[in-house]
């Protein structure tokens, strides 16, 4: 991941800054608005400027990007932001990712970061009780969440 000063951001071309904002979240009206935003006083103005509420279809767009809990991905922010997922969990994670997709019909997102195995698959049990709409939008702010998180480790101060 690119790692930039707050300044570099603030004065980076947009086409610099347009892949590195979308690995951190595959939406394209995300990512024009934290463009749109700059420049930025400090880095709690970006990060406030990135809490946008996503739409039902950017959710199911972004979630492409996304692998499931539990599973290994061989690289990138994901394979960090769950690391607290052991193989244990990872095998338990498997069947309940199962049951959820069959419930809801997408898969389950949860900013794991610093969350354990366990954490995580009370979570997604809790979650399970929720109607779809509501699930998604859970889903959604799970997602900006996971995209600040990014945003944070890649503009610092």
Same mark, same amino acid.
């Not at 420049?39 to 492409?64: F, G, K, N, Q, V």
């Not at 539990?70 to 997922?85: F, I, K, L, M, T």
């Not at 338990?92 to 069959?102: H, I, K, P």
């Given at each position: 991941?690119?790692?930039?000063? +707050?300044? *570099?951001?603030?004065?980076? $071309?947009?086409?610099?800054l347009?892949?590195?904002?979308?690995?951190?979240?595959?939406v394209?009206?995300?990512? !024009?608005?934290?463009? #749109?935003?700059?420049p930025? %006083? !400090?880095?709690?103005?970006?990060?406030?400027?990135?809490?946008?509420?996503l739409?039902?279809d950017?959710?199911?767009?972004?979630?492409?990007?996304?692998?499931r809990?539990?599973?290994?991905?061989?690289?990138?922010?994901a394979?960090?932001?769950? #690391?607290g997922? $052991? !193989?244990?969990?990872?095998r338990?994670? &498997?069947?309940?990712?199962?049951?959820? *997709?069959?419930?809801?019909?997408?898969?389950?997102?949860?900013?794991? #970061?610093?969350?354990s195995?366990? *954490?995580?698959?009370?979570?997604?049990? &809790?979650?399970?009780?929720? $109607? %779809?709409?509501?699930?998604?939008?859970?889903a959604?702010g *799970? +997602?900006?969440?996971i995209?600040?998180l990014?945003?944070a480790?890649?503009?610092?101060?």
């Amino acid at each position: 991941m690119t790692e930039l000063r +707050l300044a *570099e951001f603030n004065s980076a $071309d947009p086409d610099r800054l347009r892949a590195p904002l979308t690995e951190c979240l595959a939406v394209p009206r995300w990512v !024009d608005t934290v463009l #749109s935003g700059r420049p930025y %006083p !400090d880095t709690e103005s970006l990060l406030a400027a990135a809490d946008l509420p996503l739409r039902p279809d950017e959710i199911h767009a972004a979630m492409a990007a996304h692998p499931r809990i539990g599973e290994r991905p061989s690289a990138g922010h994901a394979s960090s932001e769950q #690391s607290g997922v $052991d !193989d244990e969990a990872a095998r338990r994670f &498997r069947a309940a990712n199962a049951e959820y *997709e069959d419930h809801f019909g997408h898969v389950f997102l949860v900013c794991a #970061s610093g969350r354990s195995g366990e *954490e995580l698959l009370a979570n997604l049990r &809790r979650r399970m009780n929720n $109607d %779809p709409q509501t699930e998604l939008a859970v889903a959604g702010g *799970e +997602l900006v969440k996971i995209a600040k998180l990014r945003l944070a480790k890649m503009v610092i101060p």
